[in-house]
T-cell receptor
Framework: EADIYQTPRYLVIGTGKKITLECSQTMGHDKMYWYQQDPGMELHLIHYSYGVNSTEKGDLSSESTVSRIRTEHFPLTLESARPSHTSQYLC??????????FGPGTRLTVL | GNSVTQMEGPVTLSEEAFLTINCTYTATGYPSLFWYVQYPGEGLQLLLKATKADDKGSNKGFEATYRKETTSFHLEKGSVQVSDSAVYFCALRPNFGNEKLTFGTGTRLTIIP
């Protein structure tokens, strides 16, 4: 069983609030990823990291930002949430040449 | 670029029916191929994988064979159960370069008793 955690699992907030979605893994994986999942299920890579102090933007442009100060921690921040940010956010991690392990996701609703 | 085309859903089957979810891909070289499953309210879990042509991945009664000649990786199960109701994603990962996964759009499967 994969040891990758996301908090909170559900978040409902008002427009303009700053939020941070937490993602932690205890497997020592170098690579970590953030995906945004549409209500229609499609997954979009929005950020990834290949190690400490490494962050890259993914295939889908996002107003969120990420940081990777520690191997096990890859938080995602929205400085000013808007209704268009309402979505499910999935965090994942992997090691070289192996599959990605996913967290349970955070379902964000911005009113 | 890389792409994955997956059978559109939703798919509804009766319990014990035979399941096929089609997946074809476009990629350079010989990518690794995966099927992930997402149960309601959860993240994705790896169901099975294949890393080279003619490999067969299998798990929990599901199977998929890496067919290079048809660039396909169809998911099959001989007798589905209600507990198999979930969303299934086909994905590929190139075996060189940045190793990012490319996902299909997902297929929602509902099994009725």
């Amino acid at each position: 069983e994969a040891d990758i955690y996301q908090t909170p699992r559900y978040l409902v907030i008002g427009t303009g609030k700053k939020i941070t979605l937490e993602c932690s893994q205890t497997m020592g994986h170098d690579k970590m990823y953030w995906y945004q999942q549409d209500p229609g299920m499609e997954l979009h890579l929005i950020h990834y990291s290949y190690g400490v102090n490494s962050t890259e933007k993914g295939d889908l442009s996002s107003e969120s930002t990420v940081s990777r100060i520690r191997t096990e921690h890859f938080p995602l921040t929205l400085e000013s949430a808007r209704p268009s940010h309402t979505s499910q956010y999935l965090c994942a991690s992997s090691v070289l040449n192996n599959e990605q392990f996913f967290g349970p996701g955070t379902r964000l609703t911005v009113l | 670029g890389n792409s994955v085309t997956q059978m559109e859903g939703p798919v509804t089957l009766s319990e014990e029916a035979f399941l096929t979810i089609n997946c074809t891909y476009t990629a350079t070289g010989y990518p690794s191929l995966f099927w992930y499953v997402q149960y309601p309210g959860e993240g994705l879990q790896l169901l099975l994988k294949a890393t080279k042509a003619d490999d067969k991945g299998s798990n929990k009664g599901f199977e998929a064979t890496y067919r290079k000649e048809t660039t396909s990786f169809h998911l099959e199960k001989g007798s589905v159960q209600v507990s198999d109701s979930a969303v299934y994603f086909c994905a590929l990962r190139p075996n060189f370069g940045n190793e990012k996964l490319t996902f299909g759009t997902g297929t929602r499967l509902t099994i009725i008793p």
